[in-house]
C-alpha cells in the first residue's frame, strides 16, 4: 500500500485498495452532498462553503497525520509522489478548470458522484471531461512548448522556499481556521438560498 | 454548538505547533531537506555513493596496449592529457599529448577541455597514483569519458623499451605481441630492443647481419635520448 506499511501489505494489492479508497471517497464527497451542483458553486456566490471547509479540513488532516506518521518513520515521505510544479501551465489551467467549475457546477470527481446517483448534468459534464482530454491530447504538440516552461520539478513550497514544513503547516492551519471564520462571516451576511 | 467549533478549530493548531517543536527529527523529511540542501549546494558532479562504485571498478584503467594501439592508429577520439608539471611535459611525452599540470585541473580554462564529449581523455602521469587520483577529483566534479593509463609513462616505456621476449613454447599471439611492442617502439623513436637492451652481449652473440650494426650505429643519436627519457620516467612524482 504504497509507502504505508509496505511490509505487510504487497504491491499486488495496490490496486484493490485503490478501488476499496475510490468508492470510499466516492462515498464521502456524497454524503458531503457534493453531488449537487447548486451545493459546489456556492462556494462562487457565498451562500454555501462547504466545499472549502471540507476540502481545506482534508488537507490540513491529511497533512498533519502525515506528517506525524513521518516523525515515527510509518510512512516514507521520500517514496510519495508530487506532481511536478509547472508554474505558469498551473495558473492557466487552475483559471479554465474554475471557469468549468462556476459554469458547470462540478469538479471531476464529483461529476462522477453525480453519475453514480444518476444526475443528467453529471453525464453531460463527463462527456465535456472527456471532450476537453481528447481536445488537449491532440493539441499537445502546440502547448508543448509552454506546458514544459517553468517546470520546478518535484518541489513542495517548504522545499522551495526552504523553510521548516512544520512551521509551514502551522501557518496552513492558522490559515485554514482564519478561514472558515471568515466564510462563516460571510455567509451569515448573504441571503440564504435554498436549493 | 460554538465551543464545539472552538475546540475543532483549535485541534490542528495545536497539533501542527506539537509537531513543530518535537525534539529529534533525524528520521523526517526536515532532516532529509537540509540533507538535500547540502547536497545540491556543494556538489554538483556524480553523487558519492555511484563514485564509490566507480573507484572500485578496474573500467577506468586504460593497459598500454591499447594506449599504443590509440597512438599508432591517430585514434582521433582519444586526447591525452600529460598531468605531470610543464618542465617534465618539455623533457618528453607521448605524441598527440597536451600538458595539463595535475595543480591547474580545475581551472577555469582546463575545465573546458574537459567538456568536449567527443573526446575519451587518457590521463597520463609517471605512475598511475596521481592520474588515478586527478581522475577521483574530475569525476567528482561530474566529467565523463575519463581513462587512466595504467602504470603510467613508466610502465609504457618499460614495456616498450624493453618487451618481455616470449619464450619458444609461447603462442604465436605473444610473437605477434612481442613484434608490435617493437613497432611501437620504433614508433616512439625507442631503439630496437634486439640491439639495445642486451648491450654488447646481444652483438656478440648474433653477429649475422652487419646491416643491423649500421642501424644500431646510426641510431645513436636515439640512444642518447633514451637515457633522458629513462631519467624522465625514474623521477617517478607519485
Redesign the interface.
Known amino acids: 500500500m504504497g509507502p504505508l506499511i509496505p511490509d505487510f501489505i504487497s504491491p499486488e494489492w495496490n490496486n484493490i485498495i485503490a478501488i476499496v479508497l475510490g468508492i470510499a471517497f466516492g462515498y464521502v464527497l456524497e454524503s458531503a452532498g457534493f453531488s449537487s451542483s447548486r451545493k459546489l458553486v456556492g462556494v462562487f456566490y457565498g451562500y454555501d462553503f462547504a466545499v472549502l471547509r471540507v476540502f481545506f479540513t482534508a488537507a490540513?488532516?491529511a497533512s498533519?497525520g502525515l506528517?506525524?506518521m513521518?516523525?515515527f518513520?510509518w510512512v516514507n515521505?521520500?517514496a510519495l509522489d508530487g506532481l511536478p510544479a509547472r508554474v505558469y501551465p498551473i495558473i492557466v489551467g487552475g483559471i479554465i478548470m474554475g471557469l468549468g467549475f462556476v459554469t458547470g457546477g462540478f469538479c471531476p470527481g464529483t461529476c462522477v458522484t453525480a453519475i453514480g446517483i444518476g444526475k443528467l448534468d453529471g453525464y453531460v459534464f463527463f462527456g465535456g471531461i472527456m471532450i476537453g482530454v481528447f481536445v488537449f491530447s491532440e493539441m499537445f504538440p502546440l502547448l508543448e512548448n509552454f506546458y514544459n516552461k517553468s517546470n520546478l520539478g518535484d518541489v513542495s513550497v517548504?522545499?522551495y522556499f526552504?523553510i521548516?514544513?512544520?512551521?509551514f503547516?502551522?501557518g496552513?492551519?492558522?490559515i485554514?481556521?482564519v478561514a472558515?471564520?471568515v466564510t462563516l462571516q460571510i455567509r451569515k451576511r448573504i441571503k440564504k438560498v435554498e436549493y | 454548538m460554538k465551543k464545539r467549533y472552538i475546540f475543532l478549530?483549535l485541534v490542528?493548531?495545536v497539533?501542527?505547533?506539537i509537531?513543530?517543536l518535537?525534539p529529534d527529527?533525524s528520521?523526517?523529511?526536515?532532516a532529509?531537506?537540509i540533507a538535500?540542501?547540502l547536497k545540491s549546494a556543494k556538489y554538483t558532479g556524480v553523487s558519492p555513493d555511484k563514485l564509490l562504485l566507480e573507484s572500485v571498478n578496474d573500467d577506468r584503467f586504460m593497459q598500454p596496449d591499447e594506449l599504443a594501439t590509440v597512438i599508432m592508429g591517430q585514434d582521433p577520439s582519444y586526447l591525452l592529457i600529460d598531468l605531470r608539471d610543464a618542465g617534465q611535459f618539455g623533457k618528453f611525452t607521448l605524441p598527440g599529448a597536451i600538458n595539463i599540470p595535475s595543480d591547474q585541473i580545475l581551472t577555469d580554462e582546463n575545465r573546458a577541455t574537459f567538456e568536449s564529449d567527443a573526446y575519451k581523455y587518457v590521463l597520463i602521469s609517471n605512475g598511475t597514483v596521481l592520474s588515478d587520483q586527478v581522475w577521483m577529483i574530475l569525476r567528482r566534479a561530474g566529467y565523463d569519458n575519463l581513462k587512466v593509463l595504467n602504470g603510467g609513462l613508466n610502465q609504457f616505456y618499460q614495456l616498450y623499451l624493453n618487451p618481455p621476449k616470449p619464450g619458444e613454447l609461447d603462442p604465436s599471439e605473444a610473437f605477434e605481441n612481442y613484434r608490435f611492442r617493437k613497432a611501437v617502439g620504433a614508433h616512439l623513436g625507442l631503439p630496437n630492443p634486439d640491439e639495445f637492451i642486451p648491450g654488447g652481449s646481444a652483438a656478440v652473440a648474433s653477429p649475422t647481419t652487419t646491416i643491423n650494426k649500421t642501424q644500431a650505429v646510426t641510431k645513436t643519436p636515439t640512444k642518447t635520448v633514451v637515457p633522458k627519457k629513462a631519467a624522465g620516467g625514474g623521477d617517478e612524482g607519485c
Open positions: 490540513i488532516t498533519i506528517l506525524f513521518d516523525y518513520g515521505m521520500a517548504p522545499q526552504n521548516s514544513p512544520y512551521w503547516m502551522v496552513v492551519s492558522v485554514a481556521i472558515f471564520y | 478549530a490542528p493548531i497539533l501542527s505547533i509537531l513543530a518535537l527529527k528520521n523526517s523529511i526536515d532529509k531537506r538535500k540542501n
